[in-house]
């Protein structure tokens, strides 16, 4: 008999009606034989309710009593949904997180999960039994009540079927799957049938605002399919596994983060350590830092731009204005009022011309680009806040992610029909016991040192710029794979971007002769640079990560030249010559986390 998670958010779960629906639904999967674990978030709003309460008596609450607090929510639900499923006639038990033995860190309001013992819920499942389980709690060593930070249920969901070794995780809420944008921004969103883990990682980190990011983190480590679909309506959702809906698009989603801060920090001394000493003090803080554009260093001063929330801008400052002034360098232009919008799609790792199509969209609707950043299957650009919902449609519009593509999976719940059928992995679970499940988990270190760099100093910042140079090098068969560029104070851009060695020579001329038509323009090329890849799992939302990497490369007093991280990897460019010494320092430094 298979085990089946149904998870269901706080706005399935909102009221007694809903509470019923939801047991039925438990009720039907039981009937039909399956084992259920419900995990359940609290009801509605509470949660937010519960923190103004917080904050009513204490502007600043203890992080222990505020989980103390927050916990409760999910306590509510769970109590109340086993009593609806005994109300129908069928058994059901309900348990916290401590109860569970969901065991996590010690960081309150944002713990992370280390193990999860499954025999009791085990031993309740095969008394007959449908498991109420408490979303997006846990406890740590000193049996202290943790939570997993906001939508942490999804995470508690995944988890749990991973290590229950459950068919599938259905996340039951209040939209009807995964869609190419957020519809309630875009109405002409659609339905995605299939997500890849990559993609669903970027989209939802991007606040494409469906599901916890940690939590499709734990599908993809531990193989859990994930289902995700409305509690409200029949429509069959969207499913989330290893392959995405058409293989081979070059872009399947977009999305778009509102509220973000840029802040450009300016003539710092660019020495190996000087990534470290200004990203881990930010780090330690757990603020997360988004995009980071490195400047061309000049005269060994650098100027580094990156992005946090927004609500993070000031204690991101006062964090790092000690250091900058270490460094010799000032605090630069800093805004709030600036937005992200991304596409993303795990064919445009394979494609020409992807960017430029972006840019040029964006271009002629007049947007403004003043940062972008790119992974292998992710673009993205920061706007103007104001503009934000234009620059989303516009790009949603022009890879036409409304229309269902021709050769779409037609039944993407055929795969999740073969993966129920499998084999109950044996060693899969075994090397879940006793593993820091939210771990980190690298799957390579790599050098790419068949790459050059080529170099914009001073463009002009206004639509078109970038559109114009893509389509220079898309129509000179050029392939762009990394790209950062950032705006300064002055209102000029520069724009970094490597190539394939191979293509040096043609690249440079083609850069110089739309360097030449843009005035003031200057173009630098470097021929013998190297990149270095640390892919894996967890990894953005390990801030931690990305300071090992810039440690142990600091360590070797090796500078770097460019940077761009995304949720399954991190990229920095260095110096040609120092590319081998770099991968074995990365390889040292992540040798316990290679899997
Ligand atoms: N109740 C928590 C929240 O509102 C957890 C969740 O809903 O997943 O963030
Ligand atoms: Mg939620």
């Known amino acids: 008999m298979g085990i089946v998670v149904q998870k269901f958010g706080g706005t399935s779960v909102a009221n007694s009606q809903l509470i019923l629906s939801a047991a039925r639904k438990a009720i039907r999967a039981h009937q039909e034989g399956q084992q259920v674990v419900v995990v359940v978030s609290a009801m509605g709003k509470n949660t937010d309710h519960l923190i103004e309460l917080a904050h009513e008596v204490n502007e600043n609450p203890p992080t222990r009593e505020m989980d103390m607090l927050l916990s409760t929510g999910e306590q509510v639900s769970v109590a109340l949904m086993a009593m609806a499923i005994d109300s129908l006639g069928y058994k059901a038990v309900s348990l916290t997180g401590g109860q569970i033995g969901i065991r996590t860190d010690s960081s309150h309001t944002k713990a992370r999960i280390k193990s999860i013992s499954t025999e009791r819920v085990k031993k309740l499942l095969d008394e007959g039994n449908i498991v109420i389980a408490a979303g997006f709690q846990g406890i740590d060593e000193n049996f202290d009540i943790t939570t997993l930070g906001r939508g942490g249920s999804d995470t508690t969901a995944v988890a749990l079927a991973a290590v229950l070794d459950a068919e599938t995780c259905e996340i039951y809420t209040d939209v009807d799957g995964v869609y190419t944008t957020d519809p309630r921004i875009l109405p002409e969103a659609r339905l995605a049938r299939k997500v890849s883990y990559d993609e669903m990682l970027e989209l939802a980190s991007l606040g494409a605002g469906v599901m916890h990011s940690r939590s499709i983190e734990f599908g993809k480590k531990f193989d859990v399919p994930i289902h995700v679909r409305s509690s409200l309506s029949d429509v069959p959702g969207s499913v989330i596994v290893n392959e995405p809906e058409v293989v081979g698009a070059v872009v399947s989603g977009a999305a778009m983060t509102k509220d973000e801060a840029r802040v450009t920090l300016r003539g710092i001394d660019n020495q190996p350590e000087t990534m470290l000493r200004i990203f881990e003090p930010i780090a330690n803080k757990k ?22 929330p927004r609500n993070e801008l000031a204690l ?29 799609g795990l064919g445009m790792a394979e494609q020409y011309g992807v960017a430029e199509r972006m840019f040029r969209a964006l271009s002629i609707a007049g947007i403004n ?21 234009r620059a989303l449609r516009t790009v949603h519009e022009e890879f036409k992610l409304h229309q269902l593509p021709e050769n779409a999976v037609t039944d993407p719940f055929t795969t999740l029909a073969k993966r129920r059928s499998r084999v109950a992995p044996v060693e899969v679970i075994s090397r879940l016991q006793g593993v820091d499940m939210e771990g980190l988990t690298i799957d390579d270190v790599l ?8 170099t914009f100093g001073n463009l002009p910042c206004q639509p078109g710029v970038a559109a114009q140079i893509f389509s220079a090098f898309s129509q000179g068969r050029i392939f762009v794979d990394m790209i950062v560029q950032n705006t300064d104070d002055q209102n000029r851009s520069d724009l970094s971007i490597t190539v394939p060695r191979n293509q040096f020579r043609e690249a440079l001329a083609v850069a110089n002769t739309v360097g030449g038509s843009l005035p003031g323009a200057t173009v630098v090329g470097k021929e013998e640079i190297a990149k270095l890849v ?32 995304s949720e399954v990897r991190v990229n920095v460019v260095v110096d040609g010559s120092v590319g081998r010494a770099g991968l074995d320092a990365l390889r040292t430094a992540f040798a316990k986390a290679l899997r």
Request: with cysteine; charged share 20%.
């Open 287 to 308: 603020i997360s830092v988004d995009m980071i554009v490195q400047g061309t260093p000049s005269k060994g001063r650098t100027t580094l731009a990156f992005t946090v």
């Open 316 to 344: 991101t400052l006062k964090t790092v204005r000690p250091v900058v002034e270490q460094l010799g360098g000032e605090i630069g232009e800093c805004s709030d009022q600036v937005s992200k919008v991304s596409v993303v």
């Open 369 to 389: 680009i003043q940062m972008i950043t790119t992974s292998e299957i992710k673009i993205s650009v920061l706007v103007d806040r104001n503009e934000s919902l």
């Open 447 to 454: 050098l790419d040192d068949q790459q050059s760099r080529i």
């Open 534 to 565: 640390v892919a894996g799992i967890g990894l953005r939302s390990h801030t931690g990560m990305a300071i090992t990497m810039f440690r142990a490369l600091a360590e070797c007093g090796i500078s770097l030249e460019m940077i761009s991280t």
